[in-house]
């Protein structure tokens, strides 16, 4: 009898065949190394590449949750984030060849107008508590603007895979493969709408709460998960106080493009990827959503969060 742990061990390579078999035939169709690189570019062909990309690494995350041990790893980094970077960006730059930043794998900027933005497991420290709602993240800048995005979070608290995703050229965010028809600019900021906070923010509700007034707030992994469903019109704001680097917010910056909104710095600035020390450190604190709550967010004393009884990471 096969065990829980070898069905999830097979299962992972079972994807990592499938992502090294494919890299060719996709490198082919999107054009990459050889071909035109500037406006050229297919960009919505291409997201639909990318997400295929995407959700088959996501199985690399479903698998390492089921396994009867636990997810490998302790801390912030696990085993199976290395892997899954490692087979993305083989898969990204055989789909597009241009600079990669990645979490994992280190970054080979040499600059070119694109950049692959990979995260391959945001919310790695939930994920091995054991928490549900990390994602991997995938985001396209061209001339330091986020123009592709896909975030899939496969483990989620409601049960169901969530991929989250847009390209320049698309008329509308793509929800799970459907185009979203809710609109994120058509949201009001009531106490009926959710701000989206990390999972720590449930140890400081009471400051929270009245921080993000009038609306409630949802706890969760994940700042670009948080992003992407803030886009997608779950909520009207999505924030992380602790520092955050490329790699864990330009897919989800993508994706309110999209939707016509704005992830600003902690000064209520529009967040910048022109240079090295850019990439590294984006911000000390973000805020993405509806322009007008981010910048009212932004100018809230955050600091209260930390001042009293301080034990966790607010990420």
């Known amino acids: ?45 291409l997201l639909s590449l990318v997400i295929d990309a995407v959700c088959q690494a996501g199985q690399l995350l479903v698998a390492e949750w089921e396994r009867v041990e ?15 970077e490692k087979l993305l960006r083989q898969q990204l730059l055989g789909l597009f060849f241009c600079d990669f930043w990645g979490e994992e794998t280190g970054h080979t900027l040499k600059g070119h107008p694109w950049c ?21 993240s995938v985001g396209l800048l061209y001339k330091h603007t986020p123009v592709l995005g896909v ?17 320049e050229g698309l008329p509308a965010l793509l929800r799970n493969g459907q185009p979203l028809i809710l609109k994120l600019l058509d949201l009001p900021w009531s106490s009926g709408s959710r701000v989206m906070l990390s999972s720590a923010a449930v140890n400081k509700s009471d400051i929270n709460l009245e921080l993000c007034s009038p609306s409630a707030f949802v706890a969760m992994p994940s700042i670009a998960y948080r992003l992407a469903k803030v886009a997608a ?14 790699h864990d917010v330009v897919a989800g910056h993508a994706l309110l493009r999209g939707a016509g909104g704005v992830l600003l710095n902690e000064n209520g600035m529009s967040i910048q990827y022109v240079t090295d020390k850019d990439m590294q450190a984006v911000s000390r604190r973000c805020f993405g959503g509806l322009e007008a709550v981010c910048k009212t967010l932004a100018a809230r004393d955050w600091d209260r969060v930390f001042s009293v009884d301080d034990n966790s990471q607010p990420v």
């Open 1 to 45: 009898m096969t065990s829980r742990s070898e069905k999830a061990s097979n299962r992972f390579l079972d994807v990592a065949l499938q992502l090294g078999s494919s890299s060719e035939s996709i490198g082919r169709i999107a054009g990459a190394p050889g071909s035109p690189q500037s406006k050229q570019l297919d960009l919505p062909t």
């Open 233 to 246: 019109g779950d909520g009207v704001c999505g924030v992380s106080l602790y520092p955050v680097s490329a």
């Open 70 to 84: 636990g997810p490998r790893g302790h801390g912030d980094k696990a085993v199976v984030d290395v892997e899954i």
């Open 116 to 136: 692959w933005v990979v995260d391959p497991n945001d919310g790695t420290s939930d994920f091995l508590r054991g928490l549900k709602g990390s994602a991997v």
């Open 151 to 167: 975030v899939y979070a496969p483990v989620t608290e409601e049960g169901i895979p969530d991929c989250i995703a847009w390209a």
